[in-house]
């Protein structure tokens, strides 16, 4: 698979199997990711993956904790404008739509949104921490070695969704999984095998016209 091949064929997964990805193939994305460019090389990020039981004590201790709601934990300006408020409503009615769960089930909505908490069923959790002290431009590095990564997964025949989510629960992330005093979640990243038969899967997000933006 060429670099063309994995940018088209990756997106967002939202339903897993059972197959958990070999640690070593984990381990060496992670590797490779890690070639990502930075601003002034300095590779501003952290990266753990927890999987089994591990990963199932973190999520019953998620499930239990109300996530923390801060400025630091949003991942949208508040009061979108256009064009981007009516690209984000498009993307969560198609995906709401691929379930068929539709507007006014507001306990359905609720109930695939909950599957944040869970990585959606994937077998593996990846969560990238960087430093509290870094500031906005140093955030763009890591969403360089964050698109890195995914698409090594996709040449690897893995499924990824990246989850801003993770960030409301930093405190719960940081008592399963060690990190220096100091650093944040940033992101978190659901990795495991696509489950080629759940209709949420069918979902694909457009993408504007070349017009539009270049």
């Known amino acids: 698979m060429d670099v063309t091949q994995a940018l088209r064929e990756r997106r967002s997964v939202r339903a897993f199997t059972e ?49 923390e709601e801060n400025p630091q934990h949003v991942s949208y300006p508040p009061n979108l404008w256009e064009p981007y408020r009516t690209r984000r409503f498009a993307n969560g009615e198609d995906l709401y739509a691929s379930i068929g769960v539709p507007r006014e089930d507001k306990a359905g909505r609720l109930k695939q949104l909950a599957k944040n908490a869970q990585f959606f069923g994937a077998p593996v959790g ?19 070695y964050l698109q ?6 996709t040449e690897e025949g893995l499924a990824t969704c990246a989850q801003g ?8 992330v ?21 489950d080629t038969t759940a209709p949420i899967n069918t979902m694909r997000a457009s993408r504007a016209e070349f017009a539009e933006w270049g």
């Open 148 to 153: 890195a990564f995914m698409l090594r997964a």
């Open 174 to 194: 940081k008592q399963h999984l060690a990190v220096p005093e100091g650093y944040l979640v940033a992101f978190g990243i659901a990795l495991g095998y696509e």
């Open 126 to 144: 990846v969560i990238m921490f960087t430093e509290e002290r870094m500031g906005p431009v140093q955030w763009i590095d890591l969403g360089i």
């Open 19 to 67: 197959q958990v990805p070999a640690a070593d193939l984990v381990q060496r994305i992670m590797q490779d990711a890690a070639a990502a460019a930075s601003g002034g090389n300095m590779q501003p990020w952290r990266v753990a993956a927890i999987s089994g039981q591990p990963l199932q004590a973190m999520l019953a201790d998620v499930a239990k904790t109300p996530g």
């Open 165 to 172: 989510f993770w960030r409301r629960y930093d405190a719960v």
